[in-house]
């Protein structure tokens, strides 16, 4: 993933070239060449604005809006772009209506054969995704934290039943508020083409992501989730969550490694979830 933090015209300007850089490191097939470890759609799969104030979400909406068809206009032939928001149309909600939750969302080319047809979205570029290109997300939320679980345990099922049982939309009796949750296989190293931007509408001065993870993942699945909101469901409730779901592993004592937090760290220190975050990132 890449993260920047700027005012919106900076932003767009880099944005382009990253989305220019990711075409143009595929060729022609960018997606025929991809494997990863994390559901994709596209080369670049999605671009999401958060604001570091929460005031300030409706104009990052319309910054998404022209973002994405900055990003069309760009590549006409090639990029087909999405827009979502954080309340009618929610990112997870435009994945289901694609093949990003289908095994073959983690290599080579997909089937778009709904993309044409995503009602009450807004889009950018030709009428269908190109298939070795895929589709790009773009879209505003308010500011999320990636928080990544890992269990010692190479079995993705159990890392998928916990993540199941967690997440809001399951609405089971362990269901966290406002968390998305997928089991996923820890990195192994590989690169990939595109994945997740983040990027931060703000009046302030570009910073730098950073990112805190354990060194080694080697046979290690992990329960990946998305904080949407830190006020009701903060990174010590999930990692509280998953250790107790894990507790039947063999591995006894070494179930849960440490987990980590992706943020970005300019503009947290205004934000009353800092403490929170950083709290569960060092846990």
């Given at each position: 993933?890449?993260?920047?933090?700027?005012?919106?015209?900076?932003?767009?300007?880099?944005?382009?070239?990253?989305?220019?850089?990711?075409?143009?490191?595929?060729?022609?097939?960018?997606?025929?060449?991809?494997?990863?470890?994390?559901?994709?759609?596209?080369?670049?799969?999605?671009?999401?604005?958060?604001?570091?104030?929460?005031?300030?979400?409706?104009?990052?909406?319309?910054?998404?809006?022209?973002?994405?068809?900055?990003?069309?206009?760009?590549?006409?032939?090639?990029?087909?772009?999405?827009?979502?928001?954080?309340?009618?149309?929610?990112?997870?909600?435009?994945?289901?209506?694609?093949?990003?939750?289908?095994?073959?969302?983690?290599?080579?080319?997909?089937?778009?054969?709904?993309?044409?047809?995503?009602?009450?979205?807004?889009?950018?570029?030709?009428?269908?995704?190109?298939?070795?290109?895929?589709?790009?997300?773009?879209?505003?939320?308010?500011?999320?934290?990636?928080?990544?679980?890992?269990?010692?345990?190479?079995?993705?099922?159990?890392?998928?039943?916990?993540?199941?049982?967690?997440?809001?939309?399951?609405?089971?009796?362990?269901?966290?508020?406002?968390?998305?949750?997928?089991?996923?296989?820890?990195?192994?190293?590989?690169?990939?083409?595109?994945?997740?931007?983040?990027?931060?509408?703000?009046?302030?001065?570009?910073?730098?992501?950073?990112?805190?993870?354990?060194?080694?993942?080697?046979?290690?699945?992990?329960?990946?989730?998305?904080?949407?909101?830190?006020?009701?469901?903060?990174?010590?409730?999930?990692?509280?969550?998953?250790?107790?779901?894990?507790?039947?592993?063999?591995?006894?004592?070494?179930?849960?490694?440490?987990?980590?937090?992706?943020?970005?760290?300019?503009?947290?220190?205004?934000?009353?979830?800092a403490p929170r975050v950083a709290e569960g990132a060092a846990a």
């Amino acid at each position: 993933s890449v993260a920047f933090a700027g005012p919106f015209d900076a932003l767009a300007a880099r944005v382009e070239a990253v989305v220019a850089a990711a075409l143009e490191a595929g060729g022609d097939k960018p997606l025929a060449t991809h494997i990863g470890r994390h559901p994709r759609i596209g080369v670049v799969d999605n671009v999401v604005l958060s604001p570091l104030c929460r005031e300030d979400l409706e104009a990052a909406e319309s910054c998404a809006a022209d973002l994405a068809e900055r990003l069309a206009a760009c590549h006409p032939d090639r990029l087909r772009c999405v827009v979502y928001n954080s309340h009618d149309m929610p990112l997870a909600q435009v994945r289901r209506l694609t093949p990003y939750f289908a095994r073959s969302a983690l290599a080579g080319p997909l089937a778009f054969d709904r993309t044409g047809e995503l009602p009450g979205l807004a889009a950018f570029g030709p009428p269908r995704a190109v298939p070795d290109v895929g589709l790009t997300c773009v879209g505003a939320v308010p500011w999320i934290v990636n928080y990544n679980v890992p269990l010692a345990t190479d079995d993705l099922q159990e890392a998928t039943r916990i993540a199941r049982a967690i997440r809001t939309r399951g609405g089971g009796p362990h269901a966290l508020s406002a968390v998305e949750a997928v089991g996923l296989a820890a990195s192994d190293g590989r690169s990939a083409i595109g994945g997740d931007m983040a990027v931060s509408v703000a009046p302030s001065p570009a910073a730098s992501a950073a990112e805190s993870r354990p060194e080694s993942q080697e046979n290690q699945v992990m329960v990946a989730c998305n904080l949407l909101d830190t006020a009701l469901t903060n990174t010590a409730d999930v990692q509280a969550a998953v250790e107790a779901l894990a507790g039947g592993l063999a591995r006894k004592g070494a179930v849960v490694g440490p987990a980590w937090a992706d943020v970005l760290r300019a503009g947290l220190a205004a934000r009353d979830t800092a403490p929170r975050v950083a709290e569960g990132a060092a846990a």
